[in-house]
């Protein structure tokens, strides 16, 4: 930019009139009539240059205080305070010596005197003068090259950097630029690192981009959003959950949130199921909770205490008596421990010996001899029914139950005999194996038999309950639940104990006939009526 300025010359201390001037430097030989205007002229002089001398001070302070409110956008924010003060002559003005002058002030021009009456005209020189950096215009901050051109984009000056718009003025606050955005404080200084706008935290990399998604400060992980606003507590991200505490900082470890306890693995990720820590066993939910009490994982029965960690051995709830073994398993039916042998219930709780062999369970394997029962693809029904309840009765014995068998080989015991027996023996139940038929050979499933209209039918359903539900769950098989049948003899009234009828399976099936007669299978069979009966004695 070009600008005018004005040449002026000055004297040490005051304005000089060219009648003055030439005084001083002729001394008195002006004559009488000059002397006496020169005499007036410089007297009334000296009082106006005085009297602004006078002034000086506190023109000077109004000058400064404009100095500093015309501070450019580098300046801002750097001020620093500096108090001086001139030296005072011996009347407390301020003094000035000729040194402080500039050699151009300190010559005196002797002007040419065209009239004595007036004072000559001095011309003023036009200097052009070319401003670089920054320039206030109408109170607007601009900033201009060398070549005078306003500068525009991005300026690096003073080690800060600025944006100028396309007018030249000074870009503050938020602005995208290339797909990127950046903030730029009040002095249009661009900011990195952590910056806070009063409402939220935001994180500028060191191009001053604000950065998005997950970021590590060289210390800690943090989770920006899509708007650059820094995440606290929970948050699902990648279909994972992490939490990132009041400061943003992700978190590993131990959690207690809302009255919950957590784990996150240190990739910040929740902990779900089973975990070791420190040499405990600790099982997490889906949601990531700690979980306490008792615990059932789809197979077994586990015990976790109060810190969630998992309990072996023998373990007290405040009623009854527990033992889970080495894995934390709930252990029920007879199990050795330091070479004595204890009972557990189906549902865990141990039963001194003397209430276990108070029971008598009478097992019918059906059919027998001349009676196959079905016969289908060269199986009888007779022999899967007495190979499932031999194997039943080891396992009740095994759980210190007295076992009584209507047949052990293949024999054909009557009906009468059966029910005989039961009554015989006083027994506390009496469950009956058998294998199932049908025309079609698409029928599949199992289902138990009971007479709703038996003296004790009330026992006799629970039982039969008890069998069915754990038949589905070990087999798998299609549940034909629970059916009430007034026909069969071994169900009748007189029958003193609950009666109730198994039918494990279709023999006319294909399929399910190459299980029944799998070993294997019949395992499960036997197993799983063994714990419906326990099921039903726990009750």
Do not use: C
């Given at each position: 930019?070009?600008?005018?300025?004005?040449?002026?010359?000055?004297?040490?201390?005051y304005?000089?009139s060219?009648?003055?001037?030439?005084?001083?430097?002729?001394?008195?030989?002006?004559p009488v009539?000059?002397?006496?205007?020169?005499?007036e002229?410089?007297?009334?002089?000296?009082?106006?240059?005085?009297?602004?001398?006078?002034?000086?001070?506190s023109?000077e302070k109004?000058e400064?205080?404009?100095?500093?409110?015309?501070q450019?956008?580098?300046?801002?924010?750097?001020?620093?305070?500096?108090?001086?003060?001139?030296?005072?002559?011996?009347?407390?003005?301020?003094?000035?010596?000729?040194?402080?002058v500039?050699k151009?002030?300190?010559?005196?021009?002797?002007?040419?005197?065209?009239?004595?009456?007036?004072?000559?005209?001095?011309?003023?020189?036009?200097?052009?003068?070319?401003q670089?950096?920054?320039?206030k215009?109408?109170?607007?901050?601009?900033?201009?090259?060398?070549?005078?051109?306003?500068?525009?984009?991005?300026?690096?000056?003073?080690?800060?950097?600025?944006?100028?718009?396309?007018?030249?003025?000074?870009?503050?606050?938020?602005?995208n630029?290339?797909?990127?955005?950046?903030?730029?404080?009040?002095s249009?200084?661009?900011q990195?690192?952590w910056?806070?706008?009063?409402?939220?935290w935001?994180?500028?990399d060191?191009?001053g981009a604000m950065?998005?998604?997950?970021?590590?400060?060289?210390?800690?992980?943090?989770?920006?959003?899509h708007?650059?606003?820094m995440?606290t507590?929970w948050?699902?991200?990648?279909?994972?959950?992490?939490?990132l505490?009041?400061?943003?900082?992700?978190?590993?470890?131990?959690?207690?949130d809302?009255?919950?306890?957590?784990y996150?693995?240190?990739?910040?990720?929740?902990q779900?199921?089973?975990?070791?820590?420190?040499?405990?066993?600790y099982?997490?939910?889906?949601?990531?909770?700690?979980?306490?009490?008792?615990?059932?994982?789809?197979?077994?029965?586990?015990?976790?205490?109060?810190?969630?960690?998992?309990?072996?051995?023998?373990?007290?709830?405040?009623?009854?008596?527990?033992?889970?073994?080495?894995?934390?398993v709930m252990q029920?039916?007879w199990?050795?421990?330091?070479?004595i042998?204890?009972?557990f219930?189906?549902n865990g709780?141990?039963?001194?010996?003397?209430?276990?062999?108070?029971?008598t369970?009478?097992?019918?394997?059906?059919?027998?001899?001349h009676?196959?029962?079905?016969?289908y693809?060269?199986?009888m029904?007779?022999?899967?029914?007495?190979?499932?309840?031999l194997?039943?009765k080891?396992?009740?014995?095994?759980?210190?139950?007295?076992?009584?068998?209507?047949?052990?080989?293949?024999?054909?015991?009557?009906?009468?005999?059966r029910v005989?027996i039961?009554?015989?023996?006083?027994?506390?139940?009496?469950?009956?194996?058998?294998?199932?038929?049908?025309?079609?050979?698409?029928?599949?499933?199992?289902?138990?038999l009971?007479?709703?209209?038996?003296?004790?039918?009330?026992?006799?359903?629970?039982?039969?309950?008890?069998?069915?539900?754990?038949?589905?769950?070990n087999t798998?098989?299609?549940?034909?639940?629970?059916k009430?049948?007034?026909?069969?003899?071994?169900?009748?009234?007189?029958?003193?104990?609950?009666?109730?009828?198994?039918e494990?399976?279709?023999?006319?099936?294909?399929?399910?006939?190459?299980?029944?007669?799998?070993?294997?299978?019949?395992?499960?069979?036997?197993?799983?009526?063994?714990?419906?009966?326990?099921q039903?004695?726990?009750?």
């Open positions: 930019m070009l600008k005018k300025t004005t040449a002026a010359v000055l004297t040490l201390s304005l000089l060219p009648v003055q001037a030439l005084a001083e430097t002729h001394g008195n030989d002006l009539e000059q002397e006496g205007l020169v005499n002229q410089s007297s009334s002089e000296k009082e106006e240059v005085q009297g602004k001398m006078s002034e000086q001070p023109l109004e400064t205080q404009e100095q500093m409110n015309e450019s956008p580098s300046e801002k924010g750097e001020v620093q305070e500096q108090t001086k003060e001139a030296p005072l002559n011996q009347e407390g003005k301020i003094s000035e010596s000729l040194e402080d500039p151009e002030q300190s010559e005196v021009v002797t002007p040419e005197i065209v009239d004595s009456t007036q004072p000559a005209e001095v011309e003023p020189a036009e200097v052009l003068q070319l670089v950096g920054w320039v215009e109408d109170n607007v901050w601009y900033y201009f090259e060398e070549d005078g051109a306003k500068k525009t984009g991005w300026l690096y000056e003073s080690e800060k950097w600025y944006y100028l718009k396309d007018d030249g003025t000074v870009q503050v606050g938020w602005f630029k290339d797909g990127n955005w950046y903030y730029l404080d009040y249009g200084a661009m990195t690192g910056m806070y706008d009063g409402a939220n935001y994180y500028l060191y191009s950065q998005t998604g997950w970021m590590y400060d060289g210390a800690n992980w943090y989770y920006l959003n708007s650059g606003v995440q507590g948050l699902y991200d990648n279909e994972k959950w992490y939490y505490n009041h400061s943003g900082v992700m978190q590993k470890g131990w959690l207690y809302n009255e919950k306890w957590y996150l693995k240190d990739d910040g990720t929740v779900v199921g089973w975990f070791n820590k420190d040499g405990n066993w099982y997490l939910n889906h949601s990531g909770v700690v979980q306490t009490g008792w615990l059932y994982d789809g197979a077994n029965w586990y015990y976790l205490n109060y810190s969630g960690a998992m309990q072996t051995g023998w373990m007290y709830d405040g009623a009854n008596w527990y033992y889970l073994n080495d894995s934390g029920t039916g199990i050795e421990i330091d070479g042998k204890y009972y219930e189906a709780v141990w039963v001194e010996k003397s209430t276990v062999f108070a029971k369970v009478v097992v019918d394997p059906g059919h027998g001899a009676d196959s029962g079905a016969y693809g060269g199986v029904e007779k022999t899967i029914a007495l190979s499932v309840s194997k039943l080891s396992l009740l014995e095994q759980g210190g139950l007295k076992v009584v068998m209507t047949r052990t080989t293949d024999i054909y015991p009557s009906l009468n005999d005989n039961s009554n015989k023996n006083n027994a506390d139940i009496f469950v009956s194996v058998h294998a199932n038929a049908a025309s079609s050979t698409a029928a599949h499933g199992i289902e138990t009971y007479y709703s209209k038996h003296p004790k039918a009330k026992e006799a359903r629970s039982l039969a309950n008890s069998v069915q539900s754990a038949l589905i769950k798998g098989a299609t549940n034909r639940k629970l009430d049948r007034d026909n069969l003899r071994v169900l009748k009234g007189d029958n003193n104990a609950p009666p109730i009828l198994v494990t399976g279709f023999v006319s099936n294909p399929s399910e006939r190459m299980k029944l007669v799998s070993d294997s299978y019949q395992n499960v069979l036997a197993q799983s009526v063994f714990e419906g009966v326990q039903y004695f726990s009750k």
